[in-house]
């Protein structure tokens, strides 16, 4: 998911995105929008106003606290997307799924062989990576792939130009600096990071501690990458977000038909007229 500032405005507009297997999902901090292609060919748009609880609460301030808010907010909105025929990307039975399905598998009973133990760091750094490898085969074996990329071209071209154009988002780069791809890596580190502390301080494996551990992760991964999208230039920035441009460039996103770049910035077209009818016309990027 990407969060987009866009500057000329009194209050500058907080843009998420989200890859279906039919199209793509927008949110704003008020409203989300979502264009899906049809199976008779055409584009359905639907859209509508998000809940305002975690607003009223200010939970977004607070440190660590407002990434979960952030995705449990983003998440709320998935079952009126899907009534209106958004498809989240779903594990297919393709062979290659099957294999990395039964490879994590495999390798995780290997993990726990108790002759055979890794140090505890390692061993979880490599239980992170297996659990995530069947998600990440099924993802690019899903046309969710082509609408990651049309996601990322519609948003980067209307942060070049403040506009909504076909011309500028098929220039525009496939990858975005704030993916939510980018918070797989640190992550993935905090958590084999936490779960080796936990493990050493309870002398145990806890799945309790392993909950708490991977929502801390995931938080604290989240104030990373936002901290680097705020820093872009600096050297910790580059290394933090090293790892999710790769994921970007050779698994989760792939060069998008016409067709779904279309699918892309109908669900942004819509989005912004939702916040111009509210806020009135923004102002063009400079």
Known sequence: MEESDTGGRTKRTRIGGMALENGVL?????????????????????????????RRLGLRKIPMLRGLVSLSESAAVLPEAHAHGGQLPVLMRSPGVLASVLASTLGTLALKNPKKRLPPLIEETVLAGLALLPSLVALRHSNAVQYHA??????????????????????????????????????????????????????????????????????????????????????????????????????????????????????????????????GPPAASV
């Open 26 to 54: 927008f949110q704003s901090e008020r409203f989300w929008s979502m264009a899906v292609r049809r199976d008779g060919g055409g584009i359905e748009v639907a859209s509508g106003e998000k809940s305002a609880l975690p």
């Open 150 to 279: 049309a996601e990322h071209k519609s948003i980067n071209a209307y942060e070049a130009t403040g506009a909504v154009d076909e011309e500028g988002a098929q220039l525009a780069r496939a990858e975005h600096a704030r993916c939510g791809s980018n918070i797989v890596g640190p992550a993935l580190a905090l958590m084999a990071l936490g779960n080796t502390v936990s493990r050493h301080a309870l002398g145990r494996q806890s799945q309790l501690a392993r909950l708490g551990v991977g929502l801390l992760s995931l938080s604290g991964a989240m104030e990373m990458i936002q901290w680097a999208s705020r820093n872009p230039r600096s050297l910790w920035s580059k290394l933090l977000t090293t790892s999710g441009n790769g994921l970007q460039t050779f698994i989760t996103t792939r060069e998008p038909t016409g067709d779904q770049l279309d699918v892309g910035l109908a669900a942004l077209q819509e989005l912004l007229r939702l916040e111009t009818a509210v806020a």
